[in-house]
């Protein structure tokens, strides 16, 4: 079985380790892709953005991009 949606976040990703504020930033933008997408039903789409809601650091963004991976494999939906 294919994927059956995608939604870009990669774009705006560096190899890099940002500041607090940066990694708030990247991840409101996380928020605004999602909420602008159906690639995620409903209930998973809300879970992720309560994840990206509440990150202040790079920790925290890492630890909702991995919540974003595994849901995303569990729906199907290409991350890039």
């Not at 990694?23 to 602008?36: G, I, N, P, W």
């Not at 159906?38 to 963004?61: K, N, T, W, Y």
């Amino acid at each position: 079985m294919g994927w059956k949606y995608r939604i870009k976040i990669k774009d705006i990703l560096t190899d890099e380790d940002v500041p607090p504020d940066k990694a708030e930033e990247l991840a409101l933008t996380v928020v605004h892709r999602l909420k602008s997408s159906l690639a995620f039903p409903s209930p998973c789409r809300r879970h992720l953005i309560e994840c990206f809601e509440g990150v202040m650091d790079q920790e925290m963004f890492n630890d909702a991009m991995d919540e974003l991976y595994d849901v995303a494999d569990d729906e199907r939906v290409w991350v890039e």
